[in-house]
């Protein structure tokens, strides 16, 4: 069960006096997020407005959508980070699964004793690392947990930002996520090149996902080589907050046009492949939003995330491309 700090919301609305509140999260926990606002105008007599647009990171806040509203105070839960602002009127809110790993935790115990192994998950998960650890440890598995930079706690990763991960990789022989999300875990795998497991506590097994994550490469490498024979790119700049990254699409602009491309500038808040094909003229894409986008969903042509670019340039210089997503940011 997902439990919200609802306390430190009332305890921020008592503080500052808002005139009026916005509140979003990701979309699993929309009902509770409805439940809490709902509490909220009870308790203080103000509007509590639900965001229900997607919320997928820290990046993507959409706090443009509570200044239209003008709401004073946006409440962002689920996206747990080191931060406990983003700004005056952003308030990040934790929310943690209370589920227990003491009934997987073992299983991994007879797959990886004696091992060393990197040992992550992401926000909802966080409070279980030092738990699990003990269990590993007890069962003979050698447990590091690397450190958290920017954003990220230590031990956390985002989908795209893989720091801890890369901080231990050295010495690890594997790494496990506690969670259930195969996003995040097959970015660990890519990112550190090592094989990976999730350890899901609610379908309780330990899997591998290792060649899956390896099949995304294959189709992140395939599209950059796509990519390579066309004439004319579309760089596409995300809108939402944390993903506008203006300089990184300006830059590719630069390097195409040296190897003799043409390209058109684009500005999307949502890159679907149904928002793309409206767009006449263009023999492939490059998003400079969320490199996510382009590992994880299909497009009809090629649509290259940031790292993908980077290794597109060198292809094109005929430098090697090998290890391109081996980074611990992929932006
Ligand atoms: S993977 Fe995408 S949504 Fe998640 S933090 Fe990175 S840019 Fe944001």
């Known amino acids: 069960m997902i439990v919200i700090d609802e306390e430190k919301i009332f305890d921020e609305i008592k503080k500052r ?9 990701p979309d699993g926990i929309l009902p509770k997020i409805q439940q809490i606002a709902s509490n909220i105008m009870k308790r203080f007599g103000i509007p509590a407005y639900v965001l229900a647009d997607t919320t997928w990171g820290s990046c993507d806040l959409n706090s443009n ?45 007879d797959i990886l004793k004696g091992k060393t192994i990197c040992l992550l998950t992401d926000s909802q998960h966080l ?17 590091k947990i690397g450190n ?9 990763v985002f989908g795209c930002e893989f720091y801890p991960a890369m901080g231990a990789m050295e010495k690890a022989d594997a790494n496990i996520f506690l969670g259930q999300s195969n996003f995040h875990a097959a970015g660990i795998a890519l990112a550190t090149n090592k094989p990976t497991y999730v350890l899901d506590p609610y379908f309780n097994e330990v899997r591998e996902v290792t060649d899956f ?39 590719f602009k630069r390097e195409l046009e040296k190897e003799g491309k043409m ?10 492949n149904e928002r793309l094909k409206n767009l006449k003229g263009i023999d492939a894409f490059i998003q400079v939003a969320c ?30 491309i090998e290890g391109y997503l081996q980074i611990p940011h992929w932006l």
């Open 17 to 25: 006096r808002p005139v009026s509140v916005a509140l979003n999260g």
């Open 65 to 109: 959508g509570a200044k239209v509203l003008g709401a004073e105070v946006l409440f962002n839960i689920g996206h747990t980070i080191s931060m406990q602002t983003m700004g005056d009127n952003v308030v990040m809110i934790d929310a943690f699964d209370d589920i227990l790993f003491d009934s997987v935790a073992p299983k991994c115990v």
């Open 127 to 143: 409070h279980q690392i030092e738990p699990v650890k003990r269990i590993l440890e007890d069962g003979g598995i050698i447990v």
């Open 148 to 156: 958290g930079k920017g954003q990220l706690n230590d031990g956390q």
């Open 213 to 251: 994550a390896q099949k995304l490469q294959k189709k992140a490498t395939l599209a950059i080589y796509k990519a390579a024979d066309a004439q004319t790119f579309g760089i596409i700049v995300g809108l939402k907050e944390g993903q506008l990254s203006k300089t990184t699409a300006l830059k």
């Open 263 to 272: 390209v058109q500038l684009f500005a999307l808040t949502d890159i679907t």
């Open 291 to 320: 490199p996510r986008i382009s590992t994880d969903n299909q497009f009809d042509k090629p649509v290259l995330s940031t790292p993908q670019a980077n290794a597109l340039l060198k292809l094109l210089r005929n430098e090697s």
